[in-house]
């Protein structure tokens, strides 16, 4: 069974452009959680996806926007990119995305902004 | 809103020696808790969870966590660590419904030789 895929894998970027994310969940699962990984802050949740309906959203300003698909592929766009923005965006699936319910996390993608 | 505390950011311990990583969360209602580990360059991986039942859970590659409910903790140990344990380990807490997953900051083992 293939795990999580998240593409690009790493990427580069300068301040004020913006950039699109992508992630595909294990067959079958129908959440789809964000979260941003930083040496500093942790991983901080995003946002979450179920039947591409957005669910739960965390604390991040209106740049930071995503968006599931009827396959529940899920993409996550941030736009006008601050240095800030630099992180690891990890995506992370599961059956129901509740409760007890495993997460099953990506490699991530590793964006910079210069 | 649930909260967790990772009280170590770094921990190096020595192979073969002992090792608690320690977690306290806050949380007024029922809990769901878990330890995922992250490898260099790696995802995170689920290493153990409590659910309900037994407040003792274990992992495949010797690793225990206990829940305490009284003191709102959930440390990790192992009895003896290899070299190969070597990660970024993180706590993190859940409640029923559609909440989301809330971690730890991490807790960085390094296991010296």
């Known amino acids: 069974k293939a795990g999580v895929t998240q593409t690009p894998r790493y990427l580069i970027k300068t301040r004020g452009q913006q950039v699109t994310l992508s992630c595909s969940p294990i067959?079958?699962?129908?959440?789809v959680s964000w979260y941003q990984q930083t040496p500093g802050q942790g991983l901080q949740f995003l946002f979450e996806?179920?039947?591409?309906?957005?669910?739960n959203k965390g604390n991040f300003p209106g740049r930071f926007s995503g968006r599931q698909f009827s396959n529940s592929r899920s993409e996550m766009n941030v736009s006008t990119l601050e240095l800030g923005d630099s992180a690891l965006y990890l995506c992370?699936?599961?059956?129901?995305?509740?409760?007890?319910?495993?997460?099953?996390f990506g490699e991530g993608s590793r964006l910079t902004v210069l | 809103a649930q909260s967790v505390t990772q009280l170590d950011s770094q921990v190096p311990v020595f192979e073969e020696a002992p090792v608690e990583l320690r977690c306290n969360y806050s949380?007024?209602?029922?809990?769901?808790l878990f330890w995922y580990v992250q490898y260099p360059n790696q995802g995170l991986q689920l290493l153990l969870k409590?659910?309900?039942?037994?407040?003792l859970v274990k992992s495949i590659n010797g690793f225990e966590a206990e829940f305490n409910k009284s003191q709102t903790s959930f440390h990790l140990r192992k009895p003896s660590v290899h070299i190969s344990d070597t990660a970024e380990y993180f706590c993190?807490?859940?409640?029923?419904?559609?909440?989301?997953?809330?971690f730890g900051k991490g807790t960085r083992l390094s296991v010296i030789a």
């Open positions: 949380s007024s209602v029922s809990v769901y």
């Open positions: 996806y179920f039947s591409e309906t957005q669910r």
């Open positions: 992370a699936s599961s059956l129901e995305g509740t409760g007890s319910g495993e997460l099953f």
């Open positions: 993190a807490v859940r409640t029923a419904g559609n909440t989301p997953l809330v």
């Open positions: 409590y659910l309900s039942g037994s407040t």
């Open positions: 067959s079958g699962h129908r959440s």
